[in-house]
């Protein structure tokens, strides 16, 4: 998860977590792209504003790489205008959802995410 807002990743985090994911958090994008190098996640999440590298950066960086291409994205925003939306799917997010938000949604966004992923898998 990389959200630059503590209490929104405390939150997100521990609903997660009370949810039986595992959830590794960085602050910035840089940071975010950096932990995507030495490990491999079953979903992100992206806050598109943040330091150093918005989502929309990390999202082009990851679909850009072998290692992350298939790697499901969940963009979570402030901004919901239809254009910047429309530009998350366009470099390959996944699914988007706008703050304020559910928790409960958000945990069945993953999970359909992961289920999808993972039998885009099992077929290749």
Known sequence: MAE???LIARF???SLTGAGF???HVGDGESA???LKQQSYGCVI???NMPKLDGYGVVEAM???AKTQSTPVLILSLRSQEN???RAFDLGADDYVSKPFSPLEVISRIRRLM????QLQSRG
């Open 12 to 14: 997100l985090g521990g």
């Open 33 to 35: 792209l950096e932990a």
């Open 63 to 65: 679909r850009q790489q």
């Open 4 to 6: 630059d807002d503590p």
């Open 22 to 24: 595992t959830v590794t």
């Open 115 to 118: 289920v999808r992923a993972n």
């Open 84 to 86: 910047d939306i429309i």
């Open 46 to 48: 992206l806050d598109l």
